[in-house]
């Protein structure tokens, strides 16, 4: 089992940034794939990015250019930045955790979310 402590969020003005951070329970060597999602009002939740145990990164189209995926092995913490906000990124932003267990059964594990609002 991961646990996963999300924080970072607010209210920004658009043009800002933020750094949100996920703190897990365990090593993040032992976890295949950490990530961000997020959720915007009426909308379903949507990869953000994704960074591997390996280091390789992926970013949703929208975000590419101004976000950042990156983590702190030491910490067992990964981080967001989030660079020249506008109001589509308003939305609670989660953390996810995929395990790979032996014989292939995969698990994501989430936490509890932090609310991240731009106004214009």
């Known amino acids: 089992q991961v646990q996963l402590v999300e924080s970072g969020g607010g209210l920004v003005q658009a043009g800002g940034s933020l750094r949100l951070s996920c703190a897990a329970s365990?090593?993040?060597?032992?976890?295949?794939?950490m990530g961000w999602y997020r959720q915007a009002p009426g909308k379903q939740r949507e990869l953000v990015a994704t960074i591997t145990s390996r280091g390789s990164t992926n970013y949703a189209d929208s975000v590419k250019g101004r976000f950042t995926i990156s983590r702190d092995n030491a910490k067992n913490t990964v981080y967001l930045q989030i660079d020249v906000l506008g109001p589509e990124d308003t939305a609670v932003y989660y953390c996810?955790?995929?395990?790979?267990?032996?014989?292939?059964?995969?698990?994501?594990?989430w936490g509890q979310g932090t609310q991240v609002t731009v106004s214009s």
């Open positions: 365990t090593s993040i060597f032992s976890i295949n794939t």
């Open positions: 996810n955790a995929r395990r790979t267990y032996s014989g292939g059964t995969v698990y994501n594990y």
